[in-house]
């Protein structure tokens, strides 16, 4: 067998051909999950958008936003309207564990993705030889 040697310049072409090689392989996109959705939901300040409000709590919300939005836009009041905003957000915040369904939203998502990975084990591999 003959052993081919390539200059420093062949060596460099043939390791640029190589990383452009390598950079044009798609990458996997990242997934949204119900892991990411529970992260988030934890990690914000601001819990308006992803409230569980009953009918009655959610009319409290809205009086109360808008009591916050009057005092600091007409009356430039800002001590009071950051006292309702952190009072609609107390009950913003609570509405989210009602009936656990945030909890039961992330635990069936873990509960399915085991089972999923359990059927896409090949039942020949894990056979015993006799």
Do not use: C, H
């Amino acid at each position: 067998m003959t052993e081919e040697t390539y200059s420093p310049e062949e060596q460099a072409q043939i390791m640029a051909a190589a990383e452009d090689i390598k950079n044009s392989y798609p990458t996997p996109e990242d997934k949204l999950s119900i892991f990411k959705l529970f992260n988030k939901i934890f990690e914000t300040d601001d819990t308006t958008k992803v409230a569980n409000l009953k009918k009655d709590e959610l009319q409290v919300v809205r009086n109360i936003q808008s009591a916050a939005l009057t005092l600091e836009e007409a009356y430039e009041y800002e001590p009071v309207a950051n006292y309702f905003r952190k009072k609609a957000e107390i009950v913003l915040a609570t509405s989210l564990s009602r009936d656990g369904a945030l909890l039961n939203a992330l635990i069936t998502q873990k509960r399915q993705l085991s089972t999923e990975k359990k059927r896409e084990v090949d039942s020949k591999w894990n056979k015993k030889k006799l």
